[in-house]
């Protein structure tokens, strides 16, 4: 690859992964039903609303999913794929191997999404425990519908909270379990995210 390749290869991935995580935070934000009055979320919504508006009208939401919101994501991701193969191959995929990976990449980036925002949860409660942010609360009403059954399973002990060691072992497991659906399909050089 020529250095003017590799160079659109990174803003493929900046600026698709960019408004695919924002697309995926959308979904996860009205998938948990969180505050959408914050600024956070409010900037969230003006720059997707473009995409989202038009596509709702065909399918609207559905037991509190966002299928808007999801599909777009999954047309993003399919974007994303085709367009770094085409650039690293000079070929187009296939669609089957297309969808699977596209399907299996947004997989992928919901579990790094919480990862993230479940690290950055531990490490702000040690920084500013009790703080009321924007950002924190977002944080806290994402993560709290995952880590609340694990809570029940390992309780607080003397004030300090073990249960994130248990949902960082499952998002590693979800993790390993998706790299080798990737590899059993032959599409894992195609999941960016895994």
Do not use: C
Not at 96 to 118: C, D, E, N, R, W
Not at 127 to 134: D, E, K, M
Not at 156 to 176: A, E, K, Y
């Amino acid at each position: 690859m020529t250095a003017l390749s590799d160079i659109f290869v990174y803003l493929v991935y900046v600026f698709f992964g960019l408004y695919l995580l924002a697309m995926l935070r959308r979904f996860l934000f009205l998938l948990v039903r969180a505050d959408l009055y914050t600024p956070i979320s409010q900037k969230l919504v003006k720059m997707t609303n473009p995409l989202v508006i038009p596509v709702r009208k065909i399918l609207p939401g559905y037991g509190g999913l966002d299928l808007a919101s999801l599909l777009l994501a999954l047309v993003l991701q399919m974007l994303m794929i085709a367009l770094l193969v085409l650039l690293q191959t000079g070929a187009l995929l296939a669609p089957v191997p297309l969808l699977l990976a596209s399907g299996l990449g947004i997989a992928a980036y919901l579990v790094k999404i919480y990862f993230f925002a479940l690290l950055a949860m531990i490490i702000l409660s040690w920084i500013a425990p009790g703080g009321n942010n924007p950002a924190l609360y977002l944080l806290h009403q994402i993560t709290e519908p995952v880590m609340a059954p694990f809570r029940k399973i390992l309780p607080p002990m003397g004030g300090l909270d073990l249960s994130p060691i248990l949902v960082f072992v499952l998002i590693n497991v979800i993790q390993i379990a998706l790299g080798h659906i990737a590899r059993s399909l032959g599409i894992s050089g195609l999941v960016p995210w895994l």
